[in-house]
């Protein structure tokens, strides 16, 4: 599966994972950079002293390796640095590692 086309299913995923009426308080977004795709959590700002832009929380990190025609799961740690993430192994396809995100089995993604 190509970068491009992870990309759509991931859009897809995010899309999906937050019910219309709560996207004012929480969305799920992308953004792809190279052969890595980002999943980010964003929240409106909790007061008006802060400003008007959203907080950004990256919770999981696809990465496509060219050679291995393989995608891998990363997880960020508590200083914001991304590691393997080992409870899966790498697939040619981003839809069980999406699957793995979502269920959050080790509560490492979501915290």
């Known amino acids: 599966m190509t970068p491009d086309a992870a990309l759509s299913l991931v859009e897809a995923y995010c899309e999906t994972r937050v019910p219309e009426h709560a996207r004012d308080e929480v969305r799920l977004e992308c953004s792809r950079r190279g052969n890595r795709i980002t999943i980010s959590e964003r929240r409106p700002p909790w007061g ?64």
């Open 48 to 111: 008006v002293d802060l400003g008007p832009e959203w907080t950004d929380f990256k919770v999981a990190q696809l990465r496509y390796d060219p050679p291995e025609r393989s995608w891998s799961l990363y997880c960020r740690d508590r200083n914001e640095r991304w590691f393997l993430y080992d409870n899966i192994q790498p697939s040619p396809s981003v839809v069980p590692l999406l699957a793995e995100v979502d269920e959050d089995p080790t509560g490492i993604p979501w915290g």
